[in-house]
């Protein structure tokens, strides 16, 4: 595209933005589109009100974050926050999501201690999470993701737990 084109392409996303309500990024709230992969897609609204498409971070009330890291068989821990890749996810109905890769309970497992595993999406239920009372929790399991400990350590990994014990993480999305 030359230098005329991206300009005059500028302006009218601009333009629109400003006559039709639009986002940013030029298209009609709420549509959005990640430039990384260029797809435009509806964005959904969490029960807060705020769109929740674009990748974020899934904090602990402790102060950690959810972190794919380089562990080879791709497991969550949890990991002192900082903004790497390995700790951004994009929520998309009742999935969560990094890259093309969704989090699963390994093995389609539904037993407490399960592991929470990043693979590839297949759309299962062990694929599919809900939120309730900032926990995140299994659609097919009914558990929550948490921990083995009921200290919350920098590394442990992540894994279902039973909601109503204190092993049961909250989260904040950032």
Not at 58 to 73: A, E, H, K, V, Y
Request: net charge positive; aromatic share 6%; charged share 20%.
């Amino acid at each position: 595209m030359n230098d005329f084109a991206f300009r005059k392409t500028t302006l009218v996303l601009c333009l629109s933005s400003i006559l039709c309500g639009c986002t940013a990024n030029g298209l009609p709230a709420p549509y959005s589109i990640n430039l990384s992969f260029p797809v435009i897609t509806q964005n959904q609204i969490n029960s807060g009100g705020y769109y929740i498409n674009d990748a974020e971070q899934i904090r602990t009330t402790d102060g950690l974050c959810l972190d794919t890291g380089s562990d080879q068989q791709n497991r969550l821990t949890l990991r002192e926050c900082k903004h790497v890749q390995s700790q951004l996810f994009s929520f998309h109905r009742d999935r969560i999501t990094q890259g093309e890769k969704c989090l699963d309970a390994a093995g389609q497992g539904t037993k407490e201690g399960t592991p929470i595993i990043l693979y590839s999406c297949t759309g299962n239920d062990n694929q599919r999470w809900l939120t309730d009372d900032n926990k995140i929790k299994g659609k097919q399991s009914r558990k929550c993701l948490g921990t083995n400990s009921i200290i919350v350590r920098k590394g442990d990994p992540v894994v279902l737990a039973d909601c109503d014990f204190s092993r049961a993480l909250e989260f904040t999305i950032r």
